[in-house]
């Protein structure tokens, strides 16, 4: 047996305490309203490329299957494991940032090498989708960043520019010091989001246009992974879009 003796609440503090309770128990309701759509999307991004590899090694193992056709399922079966692989690390990476056991490991960066060192490893894709990247960076720019993380921040926005852009556009990426904070913009001339999605492009699994992205290889974890990373880093990121015109995001740091 224990007692607990509670402090004589007024009428008002009462009718207080019950706001209060009533409040927590939406923020509750909401919370596991977002787990199980998180839990969905992700069973849903699982599932899609399992069906592909189920059904194309069903078909390849078939006798009567020829080895140019077999050869061409297994090439599908490789390429949907592949997306399978990088989910499966996406999600690792924000479950690890979720319970901030996700070390961000800043140092001095000078950041004009820094970018021409991306902008080298990014080349090749860009090549390919005859598209020009144009960088503006002062020599004298240093930030303190955890290079590996940053980097991911920065191929992501790239990567998305080039996905979502048609050949001969570009992209232009300046850096610049603002009142003593680095600002990176980083534009393109692509199709551009709808006012409405704007809002939501940076939650989990959202995308514009959902086969379209999937088909190009994107896993709608994207730009979740770039906020929480630049957030990470105690900076900002915005997005303004124009359809058809152009996308511009800009981190703060
Ligand atoms: P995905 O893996 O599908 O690219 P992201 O989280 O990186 O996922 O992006 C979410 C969605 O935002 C994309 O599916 C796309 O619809 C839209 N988006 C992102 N970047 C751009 C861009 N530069 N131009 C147009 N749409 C974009």
């Known amino acids: 047996d224990f007692t607990v003796s509670l402090p004589k ?21 909401i919370l596991k309203n977002e787990r199980n759509e998180f839990l969905a999307s992700i069973s849903h991004e ?3 490329p399992l069906t592909y590899i189920k059904g194309y090694a069903d078909i390849a193992r078939r006798p009567e299957t020829n080895n140019e056709d077999r050869e061409k399922y297994l090439g599908i079966i490789v390429e949907e494991t592949g997306k399978l692989a990088t989910l499966v690390k996406e999600l690792f990476n924000l479950a690890k940032m979720d319970e901030n056991t996700f070390p961000i490991e800043k140092e001095e960066v000078h950041l004009l090498p820094y970018f021409e060192m991306m902008i080298e490893k990014v080349s090749p894709a860009l090549q390919e ?29 790239i990567d998305n520019a080039r996905k979502y852009s048609e050949p001969n556009t570009s992209i ?52 979740s992974i770039v906020k929480q990373l630049v957030e990470a ?7 303004t879009s124009s359809p058809n015109i152009g996308t511009t995001f800009e981190i703060i740091l």
């Open 9 to 29: 609440l007024g009428t008002d503090e009462i009718g207080e305490l019950g706001e209060s309770i009533k409040v927590l128990a939406n923020d509750l309701e």
């Open 46 to 48: 699982l599932r899609t």
């Open 129 to 157: 989708n005859r598209m020009i990247l144009h960088l503006e960076c002062p020599d004298d720019l240093y930030a303190q960043i955890d290079p590996v993380r940053f980097e991911q921040v920065i191929l992501n926005l």
């Open 172 to 223: 232009f990426i300046d850096v610049a010091l603002i009142n003593e904070r680095i600002h990176m913009t980083l534009k393109d001339e692509g199709k551009g989001i709808p006012e409405e999605d704007l809002p939501r492009i940076f939650e989990r699994f959202y995308r514009v246009d959902k086969s379209r992205a999937r088909a190009l290889g994107g896993t709608g974890l994207g730009l």
């Open 233 to 239: 880093h105690g900076g900002m990121i915005e997005v």
